[in-house]
DNA sequence: TTTAATTTTGATAATAATTATCATTATTAA
DNA sequence: TTAATAATGATAATTATTATCAAAATTAAA
């Protein structure tokens, strides 16, 4: 549901009392049709085409915006930067599996796993922010090549 | 034990027909002494008052090559930039817990979580060449403050 | 032990991702 | 309308890392 993150940015916005502005929601609005994953300069080059004069510092500012309000979840797949998704909608959290040769991003839930994190934390007195589970190899089409 | 990070460090040498050189040895004999997670900057402060004169390159170059070789691992740890330990000696593989208030990091091994790693990957037919779990949150002393 | 081929090195330039700065513009509530 | 404040784009600065290149070190052969 979009409505959810909507809700989130509307929220950050009025509880960290910002104004509003045409460019903020633009991004903002354009991030919600994307489905996967994605750089600040995935968008930075996407949305230039529907606003040209848009500065990239705006798209950094914005996505850091919507990291603070949960709308959207950072990771960094083994590189250093930035790529980011919007966040899990339910309660159901997702992992990921990254192809070192072409890629390619599966993703997965496994309640074991999710369980047994908690447990773990638990065991040492930690309270969890948030968690990742990243797999690195060789997919299923890159194996065969 | 050392002797297998010493293996791996001869082997590597070895097999890409590389020239032994005093610098490169020192770094490797000072990174088996480190206990924890280090990135490449505080290798080169220590190494500085030992070997003046010591580029900060010829640190990047010799890490590089020990986590090519399987000495060492890097992490992220959420950061832009590269945090090196050195690598499991045994078959057990361990996971980290990262305090975003202190810096904390916890290790820790969960037989479960392994071998539900590896299970999610068999039913993705994904050939696994090296996974982490991190887990974001509070330290015990930190939820005090 | 000289020589010659090749590798390693330090200094430094280049690159990539991100954040900081700051003058200008936009938004908002009075 | 205005006054206060936030948002913006351009661009400088920062951080981590890699690339370049001439000089020094290593190695095996002569
Ligand atoms: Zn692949
Ligand atoms: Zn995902
Ligand atoms: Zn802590
Ligand atoms: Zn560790």
């Known amino acids: 549901m979009a409505s959810q993150s909507k809700v989130r940015y509307d929220s950050y916005i009025q509880e960290n009392q910002l104004k509003s502005s045409k460019r903020r929601d633009l991004i903002f609005e354009h991030i919600l049709q994307i489905q996967g994953h994605f750089t600040v300069d995935n968008i930075y080059q996407e949305i230039s085409k529907i606003d040209r004069g848009i500065g990239i510092a705006t798209i950094y500012r914005t996505v850091k915006l919507l990291v603070a309000s949960g709308v959207l979840t950072e ?24 192809c070192t040769s072409c890629g390619k991003i599966i993703e997965f839930h496994n309640k074991v796993i999710e369980s047994n994190t908690y447990q773990i934390a638990k065991t040492h007195r930690f309270i969890i922010y948030s968690h990742k589970l990243e797999i690195f190899g060789l997919c299923n089409t890159c194996q065969k090549q």
């Open 75 to 98: 990771q960094t797949f083994g590189e250093k930067k930035g790529w980011f998704e919007i966040a899990d909608q339910k309660l159901e959290h997702h992992d990921h599996m990254i």
